[in-house]
C-alpha cells in the first residue's frame, strides 16, 4: 500500500522536482510579497526577522498561498525541465556514462573494504 502511493505520478513528480522546489520556494514567496505590498499596497508587518501580510479575509490569505505554492510548482518544473535535466545529461556526457544508444550505463562499483571485527 505504501509502495503503491509512493509509486503514484504526482509523489514521483514531487520527488523529480524536489530540488528546484527547495530552491525556489523562498524568492518566490519572497517575489509574491513585494508584489502585492508594491502593486496592491497590501498592508505588512516586518518584526525585524520577518516580513507578514495583513490579510484580512482568511479566504484570501489560502487563496494567495495556493497561488504561491502554484506559482512555486509551475516554475520548479520549468527549472527541472530546463536546467537541471540538460545539466544531468551533459554530465553524464562529459564523464563518459553515456552509451552509443543513448541509455545510460552504470559505472563499475567496487566493494568497500570490510571493517576488522
Known sequence: MVSGIFA???I???GRTSYSIYML???AFEVLTVFLRRTLHVPSHFDGAR???LISSPWVGDLLFLAAVAMVLIVSTLTFA???EPA???GYRLAGVLSQDGSTRRAPTEQAPSLPN
Open 8 to 10: 503514484s505520478g504526482p
Open 12 to 14: 514521483q513528480f514531487l
Open 25 to 27: 520556494h523562498l524568492p
Open 51 to 53: 516580513q507578514t501580510l
Open 82 to 84: 530546463l536546467i537541471e
Open 88 to 90: 544531468r545529461k551533459f
